[in-house]
């Protein structure tokens, strides 16, 4: 005589989903008939539902973003390497935001600073004007080489703060 699954300790009906996965929601949202048509093709040719396309490139958009954050960093530490330290790296960093910030004001490019005289006479003397504030914020500024670019390039990925610039007004 045998036992019924109940009696040997075994759960009746399906398998029990996965708990570390957590429960899933609906989503709803609209898609135009050629994207539409583009995920069902994605999700065929890789043998997906097309719900299963949708959530795969949904978490392919998050590592991107995560892997891009840990580029930015390498790139930060790097820099700092190569700058010597943090303190001459913010330095170095604010004084060519203060030159970018020139180039803006004369609208100008790298190349018209390079190729033409009279642009890259107005572009120094721009920079020239504006040097003595940007030194004053640099000499008022306490988070120099405690990693004011690192925290700044970290905002940048992140969607609940928004980077308040270099300058000293904060603009």
Do not use: C, W
């Amino acid at each position: 005589m045998t036992e019924s699954a109940n009696e040997q300790g075994k759960r009746i009906g399906r398998p029990l989903k996965n708990p570390a996965l957590g429960k899933r929601s609906n989503v709803m949202f609209r898609l135009n008939e050629a994207r539409k048509d583009q995920l069902m093709q994605a999700a065929e040719a890789a043998g997906r539902s097309m719900s299963e396309e949708i959530e795969r490139r949904v978490e392919e958009s998050f590592r991107a973003k995560e892997v891009a954050k840990a580029a930015s960093m390498r790139t930060i530490d790097a820099l700092e390497m190569s700058f010597g330290s943090s303190e001459i790296m913010d330095i170095s960093m604010s004084l060519a935001y203060a030159l970018h910030q020139a180039l803006g004001r004369q609208k100008a490019t790298v190349k018209d600073f390079m190729d033409d005289p009279e642009k890259r006479q107005a572009i120094i003397t721009d920079y020239a004007e504006a040097l003595p504030h940007f030194i004053d914020f640099l000499a008022r500024n306490t988070t120099l080489g405690t990693g004011k670019f690192r925290e700044l390039i970290a905002m940048q990925f992140d969607d609940t703060t928004q980077a308040d610039g270099l300058s000293p007004q904060g603009d």
